[in-house]
């Protein structure tokens, strides 16, 4: 793609040496969209995201083959503080905030790296705090005290506050209710359509991300084995039999459709 801001080419990533974990991935996101990796629990998307962001190393992995670029420049031999200079952030899979903090502490955080002023840190403050009503309600209150989905909200504005141009977002859905999941997955859209934020997701629950995405990327063992525009994606009647549960004779049980994996085609 001519507008895309991130390409990843036939990535390889290895863990300790031995563990062969992405098999030759590639993916696009276009700037100013929203882009979702799906697949089960183990296929790789966290792995993907963290090859972006350059924090494989804290897991032991590297990228072994391909490259990743963005915005025209190779970045697999940059820092995570390089990535959030150039405007990519992550928000790790389990929210991860500081328990001790207050939540306007914890969003204050995200704001260390900049250099544009207190003026400016204030706007985007309170910023964050329009998109985030909650956050605000609860400013004085410790992270660990707060639940799991004002924890969530935290961790995307903690992000939001570094000024970024893209985020990726590893599991927003995790642990919350399906309220909470689409005020989360509602506010993701907003901030892609009112701040132009770039959005690359990677989530397990396929419903609801082809509901928001412009493009997804279905991963399975490491290798991405579908791709295509979110609405098409949903329509694919392979996408509703192995991740929606749905079949051409309606919902199916689990007893039903566990041995899934002989059949789908792209296995065969």
Known sequence: MSDALLSVNGIEVIYNHVILVLKGVSLQVPEGKIVALLGGNGAGKTTTLRAVSNLLSGERGEVTKGNIVLRGERIESLSTADMVERG???????????????????????????KDGKAAIAGTLEKVYNYFPRLRARRSSQ??????????????????????????????????????????????????????????????????????????????????????????????????????????????????????????????
């Open 88 to 114: 990519v952030v992550q928000v790790m899979e389990g929210r991860h905030c500081f328990a001790h903090l207050t939540i306007e502490e914890n969003l204050l955080t995200g704001a260390y790296t900049r």
């Open 143 to 268: 992270a660990a005290y707060t639940s799991g989905g004002e924890q969530q909200m935290c961790a995307i504005g903690r992000a939001l506050m570094a000024s970024p141009r893209m985020v990726l977002l590893d599991e927003p859905s995790m642990g919350l209710a399906p309220q909470i999941v689409h005020e989360v997955f509602e506010i993701v859209k907003d901030l892609n359509q009112r701040e132009k934020v770039t959005f690359l997701l990677a989530e397990q629950n396929t419903n609801m991300a082809l509901r928001y995405a412009d493009y997804g990327y279905i991963l399975e063992s490491g290798r991405i084995v579908m791709d295509g525009e979110g609405k098409a994606l949903a329509e694919n009647d392979d996408v509703k039999e192995f991740y929606l549960g749905v079949s051409k004779e309606g919902r199916q049980s689990f007893r039903d459709a566990k041995f899934y994996r002989r059949r789908k085609r792209w296995l065969s």
